[in-house]
Nanobody, 117 residues
Framework: VQLMESGGGLVQAGASLRLSCAAS????????MGWYRQAPGKQRELVAS???????SYADSVKGRFTISRDNAKNTVYLQMNSLKPDDTAVYYC????????????WGQGTQVTVSS
């Protein structure tokens, strides 16, 4: 599985960004796709995830501001980020989790999101 991310950048607080992640290769019908982020000096944390059936889950810190969605026909997951805050500054990583006998995780290369105050 290969993941290609796009959409990061530098914005001011209050602005919006949309991240995209396209999956290719040997994909599986049962999967989760999600976005994690890692700020300098901090552990990687889950931001949002979505199942192949489009059930979603969010970190408390982004609820009401971020929306995750997916286009199964394009094998693509999106993260719409509104009302961005400086605390959202991090490298954002796309994750694809294939649910087989156990979970297999695949990662994108990461895209930088920087929010200035």
């Amino acid at each position: 599985v290969q993941l290609m991310e796009s959409g990061g950048g530098l914005v001011q607080a209050g602005a919006s960004l949309r991240l995209s992640c396209a999956a290719s290769g040997s994909l599986y019908s049962s999967n989760f796709m999600g976005w994690y982020r890692q700020a300098p000096g901090k552990q990687r944390e889950l931001v949002a995830s979505i199942t192949s059936g489009s059930s979603t889950s969010y970190a408390d810190s982004v609820k009401g501001r971020f929306t995750i969605s997916r286009d199964n026909a394009k094998n693509t997951v999106y993260l719409q980020m509104n009302s961005l805050k400086p605390d959202d500054t991090a490298v954002y990583y796309c994750n694809y989790r294939a649910m087989l006998l156990r979970a297999y995780d695949y990662w994108g290369q990461g895209t930088q999101v920087t929010v200035s105050s």
